[in-house]
């Protein structure tokens, strides 16, 4: 049940160079001027140079320290020498810089080093130009003067590295230097920075390694924990991040950086405390508020996570990221109001941020808001990425989006049950939506632009509904709540509740006329409801709750998509990243693995049975699963696969394919562990075939319920629903929203037979993995069963008005999720 949108967390090399300012120009110990981090950090971490200056550079042993008479220390803003280019005012820093021997590789000639100290004042005042001239001229003198190269290869460096040139040059100057001077670390650690921006980490890694051999230091360690945390070594990264602390404890940046590898390793309370040690040093720790609130977000505690970020923007009302990132989760917990207050600000420092220009076009759709909607969506359109840049997941996303408003809108006014999404949107645009490809169909016709006779949906009191409809919307609040996952990972979602809770309402009362012998209007004909017919009220309402989600039947694909077959998949491990949100799930599933492989060998190697069955027995993890498959199958090479089946009821013994298990990975820390189902059009029909059985069976002992007392036909019935619903749930049959639309009809059909559902899913139970482990859908109906505390339909859920009739169009539905209700519902429990 998908109610929070997964934060997707792609590591993408982005370098950020740090200048630290510490009373003066260069403040580290070996005239490490260059500090790079990734965009992960920099999103997550450190926004800013202030903060960094602050907390990262060892100020007390800067190799470049002037005395500026105007620079008062201690003052609010950082100190910036500031030279004019007089003769006597150069030669008078080049001479302190002598007197404090804080430049690299003095030589025993006095009057050398002071040529050598005027090419670092050049240096130091941004005069890289001039500093490799003058570099230049001394080394005609002496080819191998070690400082004069260092110097050279450093105003290299600093010119800029976007022209490779630079680059190039600079790391054959640093190279020189280490031939010549092959055991000082500075200039390991000089070249590692020039070339981690260039991509090249693993030698960026190998050079940190070897200047921290020579003379390890709380700075290195935290330059080679942040080139681990960029190449996804997150368990690296934590070490390194944890040996700065070591050598140096009042880092707070540094414990932010350790409380991040945690963060995106999927120990999200690891890192909560992490942060909150951050916090201790430094208690306006904007960014740790920040990453804190991310945190407190993932692992679905809204009102944690909305503290968190209300402290960082309290000590900073402008910072961007944790606007951003507060209206984002705003958004997923249904509060769209507030969320686009958020991105409007966001907007207002930074008009270009692509991600909140994207975020307040979805929010104003989905209130019905086109107008505002769509002109946000273009102006993200308009933003190419430049030649050779990657596009943003908002660029790549934004014309799917547009064109669904496009439709939306002109579809505003008609009778949701007068046409079928799924029918009138192109092929090939669904195929590509789903499968999250970049916008690129051969002769795609546009959705027509937004008619102005069509108005936006305007605001609705609560108050203007009648009480008979206020207490449907209440119901609906209440029956949505049951739906909530109560896992690490699921941010409630009330507007998604509303909906779920009015489709649920909505499935009973269709199958109650159904029942009845009664008709039903669908898809512009007057006719029997059919079993997708029953899932389709669900999913109007799930599509409608979150446009942004492509909520579309796979079988309607067209049919060369449909027979290369879709993929619904789902890492639960890769690399050293854990889906917390199946953490319950990892024992069972390993348990299953171990029984196939037993039944593998007991089928194929009999002989050696007993050996392997000896060495699964001390197998706890995972990971420890693909070295012991090595072991015994010379055909395990880099991975192996599981397949779980799926039993028949329509045709005892048979068996379909249910999901299949993939381990790869040649080591602990670079290894795939996966689940996937694969809907193909065989697939499919097997599943469908048993899902048209068990609905024609219910249909017909509905019927007979709704004629009878007794209490066995209602337990019949119950099993039925709950079979049904498990082979749904195994065959995952729609782009995304199975699971909770599966869910609602699951609630709404039991209504229907007068069995209210009462008991919440339990703490770490996903209703969708529950099916697809368990081994037939008997034992899957006792497992549900034991949660849902059945009771007897109160008498009153029958006189609620139609959910069909109240809600007829896609206005009236929007209207509705929009409506207020804090003051007027009765809070869930």
């Not at 590295?161 to 040059?169: H, R």
């Not at 696969?641 to 080591?667: A, C, H, M, Q």
């Not at 859920?797 to 209207?815: D, G, H, K």
Request: charged content about 20%; glycine content about 6%; proline content about 4%.
């Amino acid at each position: 049940m998908h109610i929070m949108a997964p934060a997707v967390r792609g590591v993408v090399v982005f370098a950020v160079l740090l200048l630290c300012c510490c009373q003066a120009i260069f403040s580290t110990e070996y005239f490490s001027s260059l500090t790079f981090f990734n965009s992960e950090l920099h999103k997550h971490g450190c926004n800013s140079p202030s903060e960094w200056d602050e907390y990262a550079a060892d100020c007390e042993s800067s190799i470049l320290q002037f005395e500026d008479t105007e620079c008062e220390g201690g003052g609010s803003a950082p100190c910036v020498s500031v030279f004019s280019l007089d003769t006597e005012k150069v030669l008078s820093q080049a001479k302190l810089l002598i007197e404090q021997k804080r430049f690299p590789f003095a030589v025993e000639n006095q009057s050398t080093n002071e040529e050598l100290a005027v090419g670092y004042v050049f240096i130091g005042n941004g005069l890289y130009d001039e500093a490799i001239k003058h570099f230049s001229l001394l080394l005609q003198g002496d080819p191998e003067l070690v400082s004069a190269i260092y110097g050279r290869g450093i105003a290299y460096g600093k010119k800029g590295l976007q022209d490779i040139k630079n680059a190039d040059l600079a790391l054959y100057e640093l190279s020189r230097v280490i031939t010549l001077e092959p055991n000082r670390p500075e200039v390991y650690e000089q070249r590692a920075e020039i070339l981690s921006p260039l991509g090249r980490i693993s030698e960026a890694l190998s050079d940190l390694s070897k200047a921290i051999q020579l003379y390890p230091s709380a700075r290195l360690y935290r330059h080679r924990g942040t080139l681990h945390f960029i190449s996804e070594d997150y368990a690296a990264a934590q070490e390194d991040f944890q040996q700065s602390l070591e050598l140096k404890k009042n880092q707070p940046i540094a414990v932010l950086y350790k409380g991040l590898t945690f963060f995106h390793r999927g120990m999200l309370k690891e890192a909560i405390e992490t942060f909150k040690e951050a916090l201790k040093l430094k208690s306006d720790f904007i960014d740790a508020y920040k990453s804190l609130g991310q945190a407190y977000r993932e692992l679905g505690d809204f009102e944690a996570a909305m503290e968190s970020f209300q402290k960082a923007l309290m000590l900073n009302q402008n910072h961007i990221q944790s606007l951003q990132l507060r209206g984002m989760m705003l958004y997923h917990h249904g509060s769209l109001q507030e969320a686009i207050r958020n991105f409007k600000r966001c907007l207002q420092l930074e008009p270009y941020n692509e991600v909140c220009q994207y975020m307040k076009g979805l929010s104003h759709v989905a209130m019905g808001q086109f107008y505002e909607g769509i002109k946000a969506q273009t102006k993200v359109m308009l933003n190419d990425p430049l030649l050779g840049q990657k596009a943003s997941s908002e660029y790549l996303k934004v014309k799917y989006l547009r064109e669904y408003s496009r439709y939306l809108h002109a579809h505003l006014d008609i009778p949701v049950a007068e046409y079928n999404v799924d029918q009138d949107l192109p092929g090939n645009f669904k195929n590509h939506w789903a499968k999250n490809l970049p916008f690129l169909i051969e002769d795609y016709e546009e959705q027509p632009g937004l008619q102005p006779h069509i108005k936006d949906v305007l605001p609705q009191n609560f108050e203007s509904y009648t009480s008979e409809v206020q207490k449907l919307i209440c119901t609906a609040d209440h029956l949505g709540g049951l739906m909530q996952y109560n896992t690490p990972g699921f941010l409630p979602n009330h507007r998604m509740h509303r909906a779920m809770g009015l489709a649920t309402l909505e499935v009973m009362q269709a199958m109650q006329r159904t029942w009845s012998n009664s008709k039903v209007r669908v898809n512009g004909k007057t006719r029997q409801m059919q079993w997708r017919d029953m899932f389709d009220i669900a999913v109007k309402w799930r599509r409608i709750a979150d446009p942004d989600q492509p909520v579309l039947w796979l079988d309607q694909m067209p049919a060369r998509s449909l027979s290369r077959g879709f993929n619904n998949h789902i890492n639960l491990i890769r690399g050293q990243i854990i889906n917390i949100r199946y953490l319950a799930y990892f024992d069972s599933i390993l348990n299953f693995i171990k029984d196939r492989i037993l039944v593998y060998h007991g089928a194929y190697n009999s002989r050696g049975l007993v050996e392997v069955r000896q060495a699964l027995e001390n197998v706890n993890k995972v990971e420890d699963l693909l070295p012991i498959m090595k072991q015994f199958n010379s055909k395990t090479r880099d991975g192996f696969t599981v397949n779980s089946k799926v039993p028949s009821l329509k045709d005892s013994g048979k068996e379909y394919d249910g999901f299949t298990i993939t381990i790869t990975g040649d080591r602990v820390g670079n290894m795939l562990f996966s689940v996937e189902t694969q809907t193909t059009e065989e697939r499919t029909q097997q599943y469908q075939s048993e899902i048209e059985s068990l609905y024609k069976d219910l249909t017909a002992k509905g019927k007979a319920l709704m004629l009878s007392t007794e209490l066995g036909d209602a337990d019949s019935v119950c099993n039925l629903i709950l079979s049904l619903v498990y082979y749904f749930y195994n065959l995952m049959p729609l782009s995304r929203g199975s699971s909770v639309v599966a869910y609602s009809v699951l609630m709404g059909a039991l209504m229907a037979s007068g069995k209210e559902v009462v008991g919440k899913i339990p703490k770490g139970k996903l209703v969708d993995f529950e099916a697809m482990t368990a081994p037939s859908p008997e034992s899957f109906s006792k497992v549900a069963k034991s949660w849902m505390n059945l009771k007897s339909l109160p008498a009153w859920y029958q006189s609620l008005p139609s959910v069909a009739e109240t809600f007829p169009m896609t206005r009236t539905m929007i209207e509705v999720l929009n409506t207020d209700t804090t003051s007027h519902c009765p809070k869930k429990s």
